[in-house]
């Protein structure tokens, strides 16, 4: 079992920068893939950042290209997400996600079993 637990949401204006954390304990996963999806009311979950440990690759959504940093430290097993230059259209609930998921899968909601409780961000205009 693996338990996933998120941090550092909050309520920013425009323009500013927010950064999360998601802590992972339990089982070790041995080339997989971490996530951060983002789930706007009336929307569907989408991914924002993943990454696969096997290979170290990387996937940014295009709306968050530029903005958004997704980093892993593995000495502490956690998974961070740093938000600048925020914007409204970035208000969302953001989920940390992590599974033995082939890179193909890895921006696939459905393909992951392992998900954090959420941290709300809330961008004004």
């Known amino acids: 079992q693996v338990q996933l637990v998120e941090s550092g949401g909050g309520s920013v204006q425009a323009g500013g920068s927010l950064r999360l954390s998601c802590g992972v304990s339990?089982?070790?996963?041995?080339?997989?893939?971490m996530a951060w999806f983002r789930q706007a009311p009336g929307k569907e979950r989408e991914a924002v950042a993943t990454?696969?440990?096997?290979?170290?690759?990387?996937y940014y959504a295009d709306s968050v290209k530029g903005r958004f940093i997704m980093s892993h430290d593995n000495t502490k097993n956690t998974l961070y997400l740093q938000m600048n230059s925020l914007k409204p259209e970035d208000t969302a609930m953001y989920y940390c996600?992590?599974?033995?998921?082939?890179?193909?899968?890895?921006?696939?909601?459905?393909?992951?079993?392992?998900w954090g409780q959420g941290t709300q961000v809330t961008v004004s205009s």
């Open positions: 990454i696969y440990t096997g290979g170290l690759r990387r």
């Open positions: 339990g089982n070790t996963l041995d080339s997989y893939c």
């Open positions: 996600a992590a599974d033995r998921v082939s890179w193909s899968f890895c921006d696939l909601d459905l393909a992951f079993n392992y």
